[in-house]
């Protein structure tokens, strides 16, 4: 039996042969498509936003907190104190 013969005896739909060189670009692309849509999303979330999960927002966010306090401080220093007293 030849391989013509061995296609003719399969199923309907299945006697269509790739080339083999087809079929691994089909499997190669398809990964780079899965990756794309699965993997590289949640790397590219946890690179944009290194800088939460190593907490560096957080220290940044206490270091401009205590800025504005420090400068709160030294703006209610600077006002004179109202002496306004109220007699009965």
């Known amino acids: 039996m030849n391989e013509n013969q061995s296609i003719l005896r399969q199923p309907f739909g299945f006697n269509v042969a790739l080339p083999k060189k087809s079929f691994a670009e089909v499997k190669k692309v398809a990964k780079q498509e899965v990756e794309n849509i699965t993997v590289n999303p949640f790397v590219n979330y946890l690179e944009e936003n290194d800088k939460v999960f190593s907490g560096q927002v957080a220290k940044e966010i206490r270091m401009y907190q205590a ?7 030294m703006v209610r220093e600077g006002q004179p104190q109202s002496t306004f007293n109220v007699k009965f």
């Open 67 to 73: 800025q504005m306090y420090a400068l709160g401080q």
